[in-house]
């Protein structure tokens, strides 16, 4: 769909369809819809981003709170959200070894356990050595600091998503003269 597609659709309709460009998170949706009419899908995630970055560092944690582990229960269970599904599976944690499942396993408790809110990565943007990489460079990280890196990565998995939905506005064809130009 186009911007002015997205600008006619209801609370109900928007809602429904961007809902989960935050996991999870249909209230992110829901509260930017006010600031229609947009002008291209950047417009878009800057409110979304202006929304997000508004919150209080408790509201951040609940935002990152929503996102199911990496490679975590969810999946074993099938219980992901239909966008999760498709970018763990693309990033390879939808299959992994025993012993993989276990250290990725452990290191997301370790982590959650260090910050009190699960690990996120933008799954799309990395694959699997990557991102056991980041999971244990980011152990180490200061709680305050690791908050916004987090937030980033929620915003990076937001613009994919979005990018999915919405076509960039084109920029108008060059309009073509019916005069040749004098030489
Ligand atoms: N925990 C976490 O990073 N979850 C996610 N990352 C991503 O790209 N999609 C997700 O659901």
Not at 115 to 130: E, L, Q
Not at 156 to 174: D, E
Request: hydrophobic share 40%; aromatic share 6%; glycine share 6%.
């Amino acid at each position: 769909m186009d911007v002015s597609a997205v600008n006619s659709l209801s609370f109900e309709e928007f809602v429904e369809i961007f809902g989960n460009v935050v996991e999870k998170c249909p209230l992110v949706a829901a509260a930017v819809w006010s600031q229609r009419p947009f002008t291209s899908l950047g417009d878009i995630e800057a409110a979304i981003a202006d929304f997000i970055d508004g919150l209080s560092d408790s509201g951040k944690e609940g935002i990152l709170r929503c996102h199911p582990d990496l490679a975590g229960r969810d999946v074993q269970r099938g219980t992901l959200t239909p966008e999760s599904q498709a970018e763990q599976s693309q990033a390879g944690l939808t299959q992994l070894e025993p012993e993989e499942l276990a250290q990725i396993g452990a290191l997301n408790a370790q982590y959650k356990q260090r910050f009190g809110f699960p690990f996120v990565i933008c799954a799309r943007m990395n694959d699997r050595p990557a991102i056991l990489a980041q999971l244990s460079q980011r152990l180490g990280n200061k709680p305050a600091h690791e908050l916004l890196g987090a937030i980033q990565e929620v915003k990076r998995i937001c613009n994919l998503r979005l990018q999915a939905l919405v076509r960039p506005i084109l920029p108008a064809p060059a309009q073509l003269s019916s005069t040749p130009p004098k030489l």
